[in-house]
């Protein structure tokens, strides 16, 4: 998010409106675009209701579970709820008749399109 936001002006210069959704309780999503300095709408899936309609969740295994209290992150505390499951990070481009025009994901959250790649699908 903090990728977009750098080439904010950009995104805006052609038209297009980031918005960004987490599976973060409001209050976290709102200290997430808080700490990030973020001037677009950050919106709370608490739940994964939504990611899950699009079939964007993923369960993390139980054996990972000692790693996220060992290195101090509480999924439960950050989403609200029990599941253990995360969102696959996934970037989406609509148009204004709510087409989806191009859509970018990868089931490896460390990999999320580039922000040159995002802004030559915004201008074609």
Known sequence: MRAYQS??????????????VSSQTPDNSLTTAEKNGLAFDVLSDSGSELTRAYGLVFRLPDSLRPYYDRIGVSLEQYNGDDSWQLPIPATYVVGQDGIVRFAYL?????????PAELLEVLRS
Request: aromatic share 4%; net charge positive; no cysteine.
């Open 7 to 20: 080439i904010l002006p950009q995104i805006r210069a052609v038209g297009a409106r980031p918005l960004a």
């Open 106 to 114: 990868d089931p490896d959250y460390t990999r999320r399109l580039e």
